[in-house]
């Protein structure tokens, strides 16, 4: 159960932080976009509307590598459904519902289905990080 404990708030608090992450990058991205019109427009009454509007450009790619690098949404969302498997299977196993209910060793089963969804995240974790250098190295090439 203290496993289960340390690894709900795990992810729990690590889904928190990539969704703050990502929706902070996201706003400030959309903003830097949304003002490049503006000032554009702005050009005949403003001084130095070509550089602030090339830093702003800077800024937006800037921010979507930093999103695409860090995959701040897919790691948010990855974790959450983690999570939320995680408070089901202790629900469940508190309740003595589902697959508890009926158990011989309910503990037991209770480590090997936790141990299965943290197996499960990982894989999938290393398989991302794999594909992502798989395609850095596609891409060099």
């Known amino acids: 159960m203290e496993r289960l404990d340390d690894q709900l708030r795990f992810y729990d608090e690590k889904s928190g932080k990539n969704k703050r992450a990502y929706k902070l990058i996201k706003i400030t991205e959309i903003a830097a976009a949304a003002l490049i019109p503006l000032i554009a427009a702005l050009e005949p009454v403003m001084l130095y509307t070509t550089y602030i509007i090339a830093a702003l450009g800077v800024l937006v790619t800037l921010l979507e590598g930093l999103l695409h690098l860090n ?6 969302i990855t974790y959450r459904a983690t999570a939320e498997a995680l ?3 202790k629900a469940l196993f508190r309740g003595g519902a589902g697959p508890y209910a009926k158990a011989d060793n309910p503990r037991a089963l209770l480590a090997e289905r936790v141990e299965a969804l943290l197996s499960k995240e990982h894989d999938v974790w290393v398989s991302t990080r794999q594909n992502k250098q798989d395609d850095a190295k596609a891409k060099s090439t």
């Open 71 to 76: 995959q701040y949404q897919y790691t948010w």
């Open 87 to 89: 408070k089901s299977e």
